[in-house]
């Protein structure tokens, strides 16, 4: 299953709310999680299910979707929120990730 | 806490071969499936092996079938890759993670290692 994320690079201020879109090449279900990477580091989770935040993400990181159409929403957006975001689907192995969305400060 | 730290990267020559480990602590491992996702410099995540809690099952990115083979020492809290006839284009920071799946379905990857670079050059 290939997994296609929109837009490659997203510049948006700070206290603004960013919108990342995720497409899978056949549905999925709500067989999606959503990844945030930091320069150096290594992925940590933040949603699973589709819509469900894993532990300690806070509730103005949202994920929306079912079927081959995702979004990942971060509202009121911090400094630290500055990272590149992946999506994966597990509808199927292997599991396969998008290409990633780096969101920038506008 | 979990806790999963790599180690065993380096540079090696096309051809060669390293080994991989991971030490994990923090959750009752032999429940639980294991896998590493490597990330060649620059680009996005690239799952590579996955295998059951008990080590029965196992599968590969086609990628590195029949050249990497992955195995656990539940005993010594312990995750392997052995990386056999490396490419360049196995240059990558690989990753272990806590892998969700079950034997009945994938699912995703809730904790993650720090990574250990593997460089493949000449």
């Known amino acids: 299953i290939v997994m296609t994320q929109s837009p490659a690079t997203l510049s948006v201020s700070p206290g603004e709310r960013a919108t990342l879109s995720c497409r899978a090449s056949e549905t999925i279900s709500n067989n999606l999680a959503w990844y945030q990477q930091k320069p150096g580091q290594a992925p940590r989770l933040l949603i699973y299910d589709a819509s469900t935040r894993a532990t300690d993400i806070p509730a103005r990181i949202s994920g929306n979707g079912s079927g081959t159409e995702f979004t990942l929403a971060i509202s009121s957006l911090q400094s630290g929120d500055f990272a590149i975001y992946y999506c994966?689907?597990?509808?199927?192995?292997?599991?396969?990730f998008g290409q990633g969305t780096k969101l920038e400060i506008k | 806490q979990v806790l999963l730290v790599e180690s065993g990267g380096g540079v090696v020559k096309p051809g060669g071969s390293l080994r991989l480990s991971c030490l994990i602590s923090?959750?009752?491992?032999?429940?639980?499936?294991l896998a590493w996702v490597r990330q060649a410099p620059g680009k996005g995540l690239e799952w590579v092996s996955y295998?059951?809690?008990?080590?029965?099952?196992?599968n590969y990115a086609a990628s590195v079938k029949g050249r990497f083979t992955i195995y656990r020492d539940n005993g010594k809290r312990s995750l392997y890759l052995q990386m056999n006839n490396l490419r360049e284009d196995d240059t990558a920071v690989y990753y272990c993670?806590?892998?969700?799946?079950?034997?009945?379905?994938?699912?995703?990857?809730?904790?993650w290692g720090q990574g250990t670079l593997v460089t493949v050059s000449s």
């Open positions: 994966q689907q597990y509808n199927n192995w292997p599991q396969t």
């Open positions: 295998i059951s809690g008990g080590g029965t099952y196992s």
């Open positions: 993670a806590r892998d969700l799946s079950t034997a009945a379905a994938p699912r995703y990857f809730d904790y």
């Open positions: 923090g959750f009752t491992l032999n429940e639980q499936y």
